[in-house]
């Protein structure tokens, strides 16, 4: 059964500091993993999709890396800024495109200014 | 990207009565999810809904405590049923896309008493 670990639960940054989550997953064999970014009260943003093909996908000042064969991935944020305080989760899909996702628990991170 | 919309947003039920959640979409999908999130834990699928078809339930959810509908390619139902205070919960649908990503809706925040 998939399992999916994002460690620490919780971080506090500076504003303007360089940053890196962690999520981990137990089973290498998935199709792809996607970050999202939940804010309190609201649903969940996708941020990105790294195919099981690709090892690093970037978008601004994010930047999401893959390593399947040791089950790891990280989200790396540039410069944080107080608007990037929320809950950051990680999925996995096993099976194929649009399939079921498994979710880590998030990482609820605050940006003070 | 899909815009999607889900009523109600919140609801405070008495424990034994059932809720109907409506999710619907602005373009037409070939699927679409429903995850629930308790309280400090991930999201968890509770089953995947494609029109003209029964929806699929995850292990631990049976139709009798969560009937879905799919009527169409834009609009699906899932029904609380029979709730106690366990049921509180965030509950999200989600579509899939060309891109591979899900889009997912609001949440609708379920409170039993």
């Known amino acids: 059964k998939q399992e999916v670990t994002q460690i620490p639960a919780a971080l506090s940054v500076p504003e303007g500091e360089n940053l890196v989550l962690n999520c981990s997953f137990t089973?290498?064999?998935?199709?792809?993993l996607q970050w999202f970014r939940q804010d309190p009260g609201k649903g969940l943003t996708s941020l990105l999709l790294?195919?099981?093909?690709?090892r690093e996908q970037t978008s601004g000042r994010l930047n999401a890396s893959l390593d399947k064969s040791s089950g790891r991935s990280t989200l790396y944020i540039a410069a944080s800024q107080p608007g990037d305080s929320a809950t950051y989760l990680c999925?996995?899909?096993?099976?194929?495109?649009?399939?079921?996702?498994?979710f880590g628990k998030g990482i609820t991170l605050s940006v003070r200014p | 990207s899909a815009v999607i919309s889900q009523k109600p947003s919140r609801d405070i039920c008495q424990r034994g009565t059932s809720l109907t959640i409506q999710c619907q979409v602005d373009?037409?999908?070939?699927?679409m999810f429903w995850y629930r999130q308790q309280p400090g834990q991930s999201l968890t699928l509770i089953a995947t809904?494609?029109?003209?078809?029964?929806?699929?339930?995850e292990s631990g959810f049976v139709i009798d405590k969560f009937p879905i509908s799919r009527p169409n390619l834009t609009f699906s139902t899932l029904t609380v049923s029979n709730m106690s205070p366990e049921d509180s919960s965030i509950y999200l649908c989600?579509?899939?896309?060309?891109?591979?990503?899900?889009?997912f809706g609001p949440g609708t925040r379920l409170l039993v008493l």
């Open positions: 999925a996995v899909s096993l099976r194929g495109a649009n399939s079921k996702l498994t």
């Open positions: 089973d290498s064999a998935i199709y792809n």
């Open positions: 809904a494609n029109q003209g078809s029964e929806a699929t339930y």
């Open positions: 989600s579509v899939d896309s060309p891109e591979e990503t899900q889009y």
């Open positions: 373009s037409q999908v070939t699927m």
């Open positions: 790294i195919q099981s093909s690709q």
